[in-house]
């Protein structure tokens, strides 16, 4: 068999796609072709024999599931040619930890009590149900302040996802609501029980139930053998949940292959640890093998001699520095600025100066540790007319009418829903809280409950209403509109509703509009519900105002949602102690090291250009003190001053037109020392 296919990975990637069937951690340090090499290794076992169908990869997001995939193709079709597309069709354990869970679940339903028509709450789902208990249990009317809903659930998801007893993370992570760990334990069981008896699973479930499921050597022994090769992307963003998954599934690691970067492990605040890629090797020592990627394809010599420089101060990792052909005799910038607003004024111009140079706008990005950071350049950019699109805002399926159109095709699912059953219900004029617990309870008392909605009497103020809502949720249970036409359905019964309750309907509608077409690309209502709830796109109505698909935009984004892309020309804002690190974010060791690898993850994202902004003065929205309504910050302390000369540092702004053209260190203007002297002489 002809290797032409593998002649353009250097040696180490090589390595990792030839490697055998031992246990294997791959680090990839940023821009090292992360994904070409793990898509090579996945072709190269299906090239090399292995049945596509027992492989299951597993990767951080599904867009990310299906890129590999499409890569993998092409690979494949390099050799197989016209067979390869047969062979990766049947690659289809591809997806999220997640996704992969709840398909897993659902074939395991019968043998763990599971009812296989279980539905999945999203995040704001699981909170108002976990409301709707800590209302039942009267916690909402005690004397002192008890935790909201989103903090409560925020408990519960720490407490599963980090497999931490619940004192535990209390203190570590929630000290404000110790006083509370008696009736939290009480709610979070009552939680437990209300999900059970209405068939629904939150996303945590979905690990939680896979891992206790793995608990089981025999159903583990199940389940693992019903795979040769199981794949692990973005490693170092999993949970402790997760890694007991994979152990569980192979003991002994035979066929198990792990890539990430320790450097880039910045999802703490979602339970991830970056102690699952530190420790992999010592789970299957000595078998396991260590294969480092550490040839950068996407930055130049000098932004990666600068970001090696911080991550090589971190407390523990792998040794790694990422090295490039790339040359460039730039250092990044490390641009001293006066306030927020010359921070904002020193992007545009920058931004604008890069454009006129020949890099499109979209080939910019602002990069930030918070979403609010961005706020006085998102004026400055829209007083100047320029498009921006920002990431890390709405989600597609938080918006309130994808919501509402989505909780009626769950509850035509699962009538024992009760939240997607009260939003649909309240969406009626005349139907509150007592009027929908009153339905509901009825319902739940029969065994066809959407049939029970014909004999069950209409509320008074609800009229035509009622029987409109009654008439579409059998129609859709009946099957007779079938898939998608379900949603076409659901959409005429919600569009004088949606006039009646937004003002935008127009802008919304177009939402509606996007779910039906997606929803064209599912086999079923039950697969759409499953993996869109996983896996949300973007909504079309964020508040962030995206532009036309044919228009150039500069993209600002958290450094979060930044990670695993690229840009030209980066700028970093407010490169200083209180938000790099985050005030919030160095409470322990631990978190100060996330807080330095998520610089070293910004800084990465750059290929040729990279601008570190650090203001002095920050305007405050809170109590004023001594008058001044500003407080002062020094540039981060992941940039001591022994790395500074990897750095062009520069005051912005530059007097002399000349600098500022050139972007060239400044001169002081008024020589005062000169002055003082004189005064004396």
């Known amino acids: 068999m002809s290797l032409d296919y593998l002649a353009k990975l250097n040696p180490a990637q090589r390595q990792a796609v030839e490697h055998g069937s031992q246990p294997l951690l791959v680090i990839a340090g940023a821009g090292s072709g992360k994904t070409n090499t793990l898509a090579h290794r996945v072709a190269h076992l299906i090239v090399g024999g292995a049945d596509p169908r027992r492989i299951l990869l597993m990767t951080f997001s599904r867009r990310a599931a299906a890129e590999m995939t499409r890569r993998v193709e092409r690979i494949c079709a390099q050799v197989m040619g016209a067979n390869a597309g047969i062979m990766t069709d049947a690659l289809a354990w591809a997806g999220t930890f997640h996704a992969i869970g709840a398909r897993l679940l659902r074939d395991y339903a019968e043998h763990i009590g599971l009812a296989p028509d279980f539905t999945i709450h999203d995040r704001e789902d699981s909170a108002d149900l976990m409301n709707l208990v800590r209302h039942e249990l009267g916690l909402s009317k005690t004397e002192s302040r008890f935790p909201t809903k989103g903090t409560c659930l925020a408990i519960y998801s720490r407490a599963v996802n980090a497999e931490m007893p619940l004192d535990e993370v209390l203190q570590s992570h929630f000290p404000w609501c110790a006083a509370w760990q008696d009736q939290l334990r009480q709610l979070f069981g009552g939680y437990v029980a209300a999900k059970q008896s209405q068939s629904v699973l939150d996303y945590d479930d979905l690990l939680l139930y896979w891992a206790q499921t793995t608990a089981d050597p025999a159903m583990a022994a199940n389940i693992g053998g019903r795979f040769d090769h199981v794949l692990v992307d973005e490693y170092q963003d999993t949970n402790r949940l997760q890694s007991s998954i994979l152990l569980a599934l192979k003991p002994g690691g035979t066929g198990l292959t792990v890539v990430g970067d320790d450097a880039q492990s910045i999802y703490a605040f979602r339970a991830a640890t970056v102690r699952n890629i530190l420790d992999y090797p010592s789970h299957f020592n000595p078998a396991a093998t260590i294969v480092t990627l550490d040839r950068n394809y996407r930055s130049t010599q000098p932004i990666l001699a600068a970001a090696n420089a911080v991550i090589d101060l971190a407390a523990e990792r792998f040794t790694k520095n990422l090295w490039t052909d790339r040359r460039s005799s730039q250092n990044p910038f490390l641009v001293a600025v006066r306030d927020e607003a010359e921070q904002a004024n020193y ?119 009622w ?33 009646r309750i937004h003002e935008d309907a127009t802008m919304r509608q177009a939402d509606l509009l996007q779910l039906e077409q997606i929803a064209s690309g599912y086999p079923s209502r039950a697969r759409f519900l499953t993996e869109l709830t996983l896996d949300p796109p973007d909504a079309t109505s964020d508040q962030a105002g995206v532009p036309l698909l044919d228009e150039d935009y500069l993209v ?98 530059v007097l002399a037109t000349e600098a500022a053209r050139f972007g060239l260190s400044p001169v002081a203007r008024i020589d005062l020392g000169a002055r003082m002297r004189e005064m004396w002489r």
Request: glycine share 8%.
């Open 347 to 465: 992007i545009v111009e920058r931004v604008l100066e890069h454009r006129e140079t020949g890099t499109l706008l979209k080939q910019q990005a602002v990069l930030f540790r918070t979403s609010h950071h961005s706020g006085p350049l998102e004026i400055e950019l829209t007083r100047r007319n320029i498009p921006f699109v920002k990431f890390g805002g709405l989600k597609f399926l938080d918006t309130a009418h994808v919501k509402d159109l989505m909780a009626l095709l769950r509850f035509v699912e699962n009538p024992r829903d009760r939240v997607a059953g009260f939003r649909v219900l309240q969406l009626l004029p005349g139907i509150g809280p007592s009027s929908a617990q009153r339905i509901l309870d009825a319902m739940a008392a029969e065994l066809d409950p959407i049939g029970a909605l014909r004999t069950i009497s209409a509320p008074a103020r609800a009229g035509e209403d």
């Open 556 to 653: 600002l984004s958290t450094i979060h949602s930044a990670k695993g892309q690229e840009w030209k020309s980066v700028f970093v804002l407010n490169v200083v102690d209180g938000c790099i690190p985050s005030h919030l974010g160095t409470g322990t060791t631990a978190d100060i090291e996330e807080e330095r690898r998520l610089l070293y993850v910004a800084m990465t994202r750059a290929k040729d250009a990279l601008h570190l902004i650090t203001p002095h003065r920050f305007f405050t929205h809170g109590q004023a003190r001594n008058g001044d309504r500003h407080v002062y910050a020094a540039r981060t302390r992941f940039i001591p001053a022994h790395i500074l000369p990897l750095f062009e540092a520069i005051i912005w702004p």
């Open 467 to 499: 029987a409109a809502l009654v008439g579409t949720l059998q129609q859709i249970r009946s099957g007779k509109s079938g898939w998608p036409g379900e949603i076409a359905c659901a959409r005429q019964w919600y569009a004088p509703h949606l006039d």
